[in-house]
């Protein structure tokens, strides 16, 4: 023990290759060279680094940025760290589905919680439970006692090579009675089995214990405070092998395993055989693995340990300690690959941070950790500061490292390093760890890959300033992200709510832990898998400005300006995988707090503003002036099983293409734009609503007002609910375009009929390929569209639906601004049948005569052109607060019997079909109800051609207004034309003409386009969105009234076009085809292995050997000499104490009291022994009422079937 290890400059410590070296310190400085081994020759033995000390240790170090670095490994300028482990393939893939032994049929040889087979098995109570196996797993004996005086005599009267099982649990054992200081459960369990723990027992712990009889080194042994399970004990029961009989014997280590104490399994159940998708290199028994979950929860992660595979693997092949309690899947479903990754944690090389075994409190903040994490989260840390001479760390285990609640104190970390084009941290195991897995901070163009990290406090692989950029992450699997407290962004809900109270709300400021937090666009980010956790899988989020440290450094290195990493594209996102977080897969949305900013609203830096990120990539990179290009690409992403949603993109000309959708429990992808010439294309994706790839079975239950409860056995996981509409592609704000994409498995499911007497509806669970956001405030753009989709079902009600929309009644569907304009246009027909045909909802303020209503979409298809027009402006009802009320109405000329209410959540837009005629009101009835001074007209997505005329109700006595405007051009209240009636207006192709109606009260505009349309992410075609301004200087505004029923000549542009009417589709199109789309490369996928993983059966040899007990007599029990006395309340028979006692090769059982079974060898028939008349062995057996066991002092004697030849 080293109170620090200094390496000074010009000084090298060069670690040898002894096994099992060990070296603990409070921290070690190196200004010189470390070396552990080298990239060619890494170091072949065991190492150990320990790194020591508290959070209020005084032994520190320090560096420029923090003057107090404790419990560290800190790389200072012009040093050298190498730090080489031996090579080992960090992870892999499942090649074949593995799943909990009990869905194997041969899997269970004995099963103490078959009651049925073993009925002696409800013979329980808080004690001692012993049970005694034959080497082939059949029972030989079995005892439970609340006392142990005969545990000695039954333990002693077991043959040697038999498998012994014991289990205690509850306050039985804190009674036993000790003489010389020893039980006499302790003295067998000690002397006789070779145990040790027997002895810490105390009331309400529990205990285990398996051994082979005379064999001690056999003996495993478990024993747990109070019987306390938490979710990091990995083991639920000890296990004790027999490959020459290929069982394994098998014992509960707490009373987490309710009934099901003792078991026997195959061995190929007990120690599963993984196929992987890989050979793998240095992958050996003794190592651990972590399994990844494939379900909705990313808990399901387990950690095995490697175990000898006997000769009978191949290197791709292992065994592993235990079965699985979770399935985890290993195989393609429906073009996705949703095998779970399989990472190693075990390395040649550990630097762990030790820990204190209880958690202390000297400081508030200490107290709150305390309080969250539940111990000591002030693990070690490898720090590495700029202008060290090279830092490579490959090949190492690094356990509890990270210092929760510090920052800049990570497993492995490069600190403001500016350039370190040569640095890496590769093929790394981090598990365990307090505060994050890599933080690159303030550094560009290092390597991160080959990194697993599992079980993290925090966002994983970290880029901290916003201004990272050039660096590569790749190939690396992060597993189990959990909430941290140290910034907001890592933080609960909760936490936020306890750390800013004084600020009221911040908490929605919080909790998006990510396992991988890119802040910057600009990095390679490839080959990643982000297997699970409570947030997101990959979070795009820009700060406007550099943050922390890098605030002042970028002044002086002038690399990243404000505002530049959202003009940045996204360099490189490649073959990546995000699956199984309560959140999202991908997101991209939001941006970081600086906390310099007034728009900030006081939110401290690293907060998340739940904003609109103006992501806009540009040519160049980062110049805000330069050119908005469509360069950033999110290319083969495999994402699914995500609670949210799969992805959710609200970011600027972003391409989604090649991608795997799958298994969202509500929405795959939804998502929108940042701004007015920006976009998102969704292309040649495959997009599969419920796959082969069912999770856990779930027992799902609903309780209703009456207090009646329902349930239903699903045979998988459910997601959020089994009443989500389960949808691929979620039309929300846009503009989106779906191009070249496949969608498959989109079927509505109807699960419980008997429900439906109580529900008073049948329960269900939609689905559609195309849908729309559920909840949507937003109104949609119009210049989005979907084109050459594909699909591998019939669009019906029986097989699933191509496009659907739910109604209010339906879960989580709202009824809200934005799904009431909700559109799409079908650009080619692949969607509707119809090319050019639009998709709107069922009402007559959208449709017209022409359209046709599809019933089981709930949504019409048209074959007119639509645009949205929308109201801004101020005062009266536009700065009225509109929650839950309707600031405004609208009228569409020709469909008087359809107001359309418009509440106003984020715009008052409304979708209108080009060539008619529009009236907006203002609602009379809210409280405090009046006209704007001030309203301005805009219209969106018009082009040339379109064209439609709005009235606005205006004050009756408005004599005196001002109209403005940008586009067109009208300046001031003289540069427009005042038409003198409708017709004049509708004639008007200067598009500056205004008529107000003064005998109606309404100023009636037309809004219409010059311009053809260049991109179709463009809100207006050239950017010149028609917008009007009307100020109002006179009238009174407070005289409310309503414009509708007005009466005025209808619309009568000319020419308007002549749409033909929409046709429904009569029949089934061809079924389309994967191929080419979505992220699979088969050419690069090495082994598919189709079938599941199996269990042979193995059957026990019957014994021929014995005879057929038959039944001797009624005997007095004081003079039968009888012994190894059994009493089993409950289940005692004539079938069970005649087999107990013929297998310990006694020729005769006798059963008495009905509970108590006896062995003998001999009868004494004398007349004083036998009971001639046979009158008093009545007693019913305790298992079995018809059979007899004999009374009081009179012993039911049987014979056990032992031969004279084997006795």
Known sequence: ??????????????????????????????????????????????????????????????????????????????????????????????????????????????????????????ERSKGLHVIVWNEDGTVFDFLYLEDFFPIREFIESIPDG?????????????????????????DVVINVLGGSLITKVDKGDSWSLVTRKGMKSTTREHYMYKGRYTKDDEELYLQLPIWETRRDFQVATSAKT?????????????????????????????????????????????????????????????????????????????????RAEVGILSRNILIEGVVESECYATERAAFKRCKRFGGDTFGGHIRVLRGHASAHVEGVELYHMGQQGFMGSYPLHFHMCDEAPRSWFRDNSIHHSFQRCITIHGTDKVEISGNVCYLHFGHGFFLEDSVEQENVIKGNLGIGTRHGATLMSDSSKDWCDEDYASKRGFSVNCDEPSTFWLTHPNNDVTDNAAAGGVGHGYMYVMADMPLGLSFERQKILG???????????????????????????????????????????????????????????????????????????????????????????????????????????????????????????????????????????TLYKEELPSGQVLSHQFPGSVGKSPWQTVTGMGIYQGPMFVKHTYFDRFTT???????????????????????????????TYTSQYTTDLSFGFCDNRKDGHWLYFGQPSEYDWEDTDGTKNACNLDLDGSLTGTPKTWIVRNRPFFTGPECTYREDWDMSMCPYRYIKFELLGKGGNLDLNTKDQWALIGHRDDAPEDPFYQQGQQRREYLAQTYRSYLIDFNTTMPGAAFPSDIKIQGNGVERQDVIRVGVCMPLDLTDFEIRSDYPELINRN?????????????????????????????????????????????????????????LNNGDLNNMRTCFGAKFPAFTRTPKPAPTKVKLKTNCPAIGSPEGKGAVRWNEVPKIVHDEYSVPCIESKPDTNRLEPTYEGCYVAEVQPFELEQRFQRTMTIDWCTSRCYQRKYKYAALTQSSVCLCGQTIDASEEGTDIRSRKCTQSCSGNRRQKCGHGNRLSIWSTGLSEEHA
């Open 749 to 779: 499911e109807y699960w419980n009929d008997s429900w439906t007497g109580a529900l008073g509806t049948r329960p269900v669970s939609h689905a559609g390929a195309i849908s729309f956001k559920k909840d949507s405030t937003y109104p």
């Open 559 to 697: 690399k990243v300006k404000n505002d530049s990493a959202r003009h940045t594209p996204i360099k490189n996102f490649y073959n990546n995988v995000a699956h199984s977080y309560q959140r999202s897969g991908v997101f991209i949305d939001s941006h970081i707090s600086t906390g310099k900013l007034k728009a900030e609203e006081g939110v401290p830096e690293n907060g998340i503003l739940q904003e609109e990120n103006y992501f806009e990539p540009r040519d160049p990179p980062g110049d805000s002036n330069g050119e908005r290009v469509w360069s950033s690409r999110l290319e083969r992403l495999t994402t699914y099983k995500n609670m949210q949603n799969n992805m959710w993109i609200k970011g600027g000309n972003l391409r989604i293409a090649y991608s795997s959708l799958a298994d969202a429990s509500s929405q795959s992808f939804s998502g929108g734009t940042t701004g007015l010439w920006t976009g998102v294309s969704v292309e040649h994706s495959v997009f599969i609503g419920r796959s082969d790839n069912l999770g856990e079975a």
């Open 162 to 186: 038999k498998v012994i099982g014991m289990y205690a649990f509850g306050d039985g054992l804190c009674c036993r009675i000790k003489s010389n200081g020893m039980t006499s459960l302790d």
């Open 975 to 1031: 540069n427009y034309t005042r038409a003198s009636s409708l017709e004049e207006l509708d004639a008007d192709t200067e598009n500056n003409a205004v008529f107000h109606d003064t005998e109606n009260g309404i100023m009636f505009f037309k809004i219409y386009s010059l311009h053809d349309r260049t991109n179709a992410s463009q809100l207006c075609p050239a950017g010149l969105c028609y917008n009007i301004r009307i100020i």
């Open 258 to 338: 309710t009934f099901q104490y003792f078991r026997v399994l195959s061995a190929d159940a007990a120690y599963p055989k993984l196929e992987l998708a890989d050979s793998v290199i240095g992958w050996s028994p003794g190592d651990k693995i972590v399994v990844a979950s494939t379900d909705f929860d990313w808990e399901q992660a387990e950690v095995r340990e490697i175990v000898d595979c006997n000769g009978e693997c191949t290197n791709s092949q292992i065994r592993v300690s235990s079965p699985f309690q979770y399935t985890h899947y290993g195989n393609f479903t429906y073009n996705v690959d949703e």
């Open 1 to 122: 023990m080293l109170a620090s290890l200094t390496i000074e400059r010009g000084a090298a410590l060069v670690w040898g290759n002894v096994d099992g070296l060990e070296l603990r310190t409070d921290f070690i400085l190196v200004e010189g060279e470390f070396h552990m081994g080298s990239e060619y020759c890494p170091l072949k033995k065991t190492a150990f680094i320990k790194l020591t000390g508290r959070f209020d240790s005084l032994n520190v170090v320090s560096d420029e940025d923090n003057p107090e670095i404790r419990k560290v490994i800190l790389v200072r300028e012009g040093a050298t760290l190498e730090i080489h482990g031996q090579k080992k393939t960090p992870w892999t893939k499942l090649a074949q589905t593995t799943k909990p032994v009990s869905n194997y049929p041969c899997a269970f040889v004995y099963d103490h919680s078959d009651h049925e087979a073993n009925p002696f098995a409800q």
